[in-house]
């Protein structure tokens, strides 16, 4: 606890929740990701959720 936050991505088009992972608290800024989405079935704008 403390250190680390576990950061949600999700797809931008359906909002599905598709990655996770943990980082430092130290970046704040919000990151946009291409990555796969399954549930759109292609690449689709990821972005960081709370
Ligand atoms: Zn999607």
Partial sequence: ???RVVTTVSC???KN???YFARGKK????VE???FCEACGK???H????
């Fill in 17 to 19: 929740k598709n990655y």
């Fill in 47 to 50: 972005k960081e959720t709370k």
């Fill in 33 to 35: 990701l291409k990555k």
């Fill in 1 to 3: 606890m403390g250190d």
């Fill in 43 to 45: 690449h689709t704008p």
């Fill in 12 to 14: 931008t088009v359906c």
């Fill in 27 to 30: 970046k704040e800024k919000k």
